[in-house]
């Protein structure tokens, strides 16, 4: 019995783990099934593994040889936070911090999956089109493992995730849009995988099915260590999402737990389209012209958004849209009551269970999991812009208290 197979969502076909294939032949997009019969191993035996999320969540992913290469990828913190859920109006509010992943987002997690999976069918050269956090992810582990890696990112993508690309030794482009309806990072990898032949890891499963394998152990562990009313995930494309719905949905189905929350997705006013789709009740189609201080879910075309509506269908979450100036007092919220500084698209999520509780999806008593998916380091400009001046003293601790501060971003 096989421990996975892949299904196109488009025509159907299905594929064996035996075959060693990214996209269907008819182009359309990839599904991994992991078999659950295939899964022996108790509850508390995987509950009790230590190590890394590849070794442990080593059954639910597409991934057929050990040892597995990571960078000590996930296990997260999942923070209990008191004083930020009185201040949102929640009882009992947690936070899954993702900063602290090893470049800084949750991004690591899919990439990890995906490079591995790369890695068995040979791969020499890894490509990714990213806003930033996905391809800092592969360019971190092909530096770590000695792999030549490309990464082309959009031309407005912030200096600090450039520099931090460069300094890990990628090839990185920066690629203007032709279209306002495509993503041209994502045109210029395909166009690069079909011409070179290079192994696409970006962290959307239209190029890279088997990455958002690695995204559900996110899911798992949340699940592992509480038992959430809601979680609340920000979206571009969606990976994510879809990610959580499954490893909810394969926990449940295996009885591991009794009954899965309800998953929300966040996505930003200015960029929309799996929202929009959700309200329609239609496919979801590209969004012209993305505007938004979240940037890394400025995604036009929300990649893995289709397969997560039909998850979510049966879920019962829903989708909800922030506009940028509550994502940036999210942001403020989360460094003044909890203590993390999170990039505004690690931030959405708060935003979104604000806005969630505003409507009564959540209610005060309810728990709830945010998950809080990048560091501010990574784009510190959105802090920056609009900064006050720190004030400048001479030695004389007199001064302090005749200086009014103002510490407010």
């Not at 892949?6 to 078999?35: D, F, H, P």
């Not at 690069?192 to 970006?202: D, G, I, L, N, S």
């Not at 496919?283 to 012209?289: F, G, L, T, V, Y």
């Not at 945010?370 to 609009?386: E, M, Q, S, W």
Request: net charge neutral; proline share 5%.
């Amino acid at each position: 019995m096989e421990k996975y197979y892949l299904v196109c969502e488009k025509c159907g076909a299905r594929y064996s783990q035996s075959e060693a294939v990214y996209r269907c032949r008819c182009t359309g997009r990839l599904e991994v099934m992991i078999n659950l019969d295939t899964v022996h191993a108790s509850k508390n035996e995987v509950f009790g593994r230590k190590g890394n999320i590849l070794d442990k969540y080593f059954e639910f992913l597409p991934l057929l040889q050990k040892p597995t290469r990571t960078l000590g990828e996930g296990f997260t913190p999942l923070i209990n936070a008191p004083r930020l859920a009185e201040k949102v109006g929640l009882k009992n509010l947690y936070l899954k911090n993702e900063t602290v992943n090893p470049t800084g987002s949750f991004k690591d997690r899919p990439i990890v999956v995906g490079a591995n999976k790369a890695l068995e069918f040979g791969a020499e050269v890894m490509a990714s089109a990213s806003s930033g956090n996905a391809a800092t992810s592969l360019a971190a582990w092909c530096a770590r493992y000695g792999i030549e890696c490309v990464t082309f990112v959009p031309v407005d993508a912030p200096r600090e995730k450039l520099a931090q690309l460069q300094m890990l030794g990628a090839k990185v482009y920066r690629v203007r849009a032709r279209d306002e309806h495509k993503d041209p990072t994502a045109e210029m990898l395909q166009k690069c995988v079909e011409k070179y032949h290079w192994h696409a890891v970006p962290s959307f499963g239209t190029f890279n099915p088997y990455q958002i394998e690695g995204a559900k152990s996110l899911g798992y562990e949340i699940a592992e260590e509480l038992r959430a009313d809601h979680v609340v995930v920000p979206v571009g494309g969606a990976g994510l999402l879809l990610g959580t719905l499954k490893a909810y949905a394969e926990f449940h189905e295996l009885g591991w737990i009794d009954d899965e929350p309800g998953i929300h997705a966040v996505q930003a006013e200015g960029c929309a389209p799996l929202v929009r789709a959700w309200k329609a009740r239609r496919e979801i189609e590209p969004w012209a012209n993305p505007k938004t201080v979240a940037g890394g879910i400025a995604d036009p075309y929300t990649w893995d958004g289709n397969a997560a509506l039909k998850r979510m269908e049966k879920n019962g979450g829903t989708a909800v849209t922030v506009s940028d100036a509550q994502i940036l007092e999210a942001q403020k919220l989360l460094a003044r009551y909890a203590g993390i500084f999170a990039e505004p698209t690690g931030s959405a999520s708060l935003a979104g269970i604000i806005a969630l509780r505003d409507a009564g999806v959540i209610g005060h008593g309810e728990t709830v999991a945010c998950l809080v998916t990048g560091t501010g380091f990574k784009d510190i400009n959105a802090v920056t812009r609009n900064a006050p001046e720190v004030p400048v003293i001479d030695v004389d601790a007199d001064l302090v208290g005749k200086i009014s501060y103002n510490p407010t971003i």
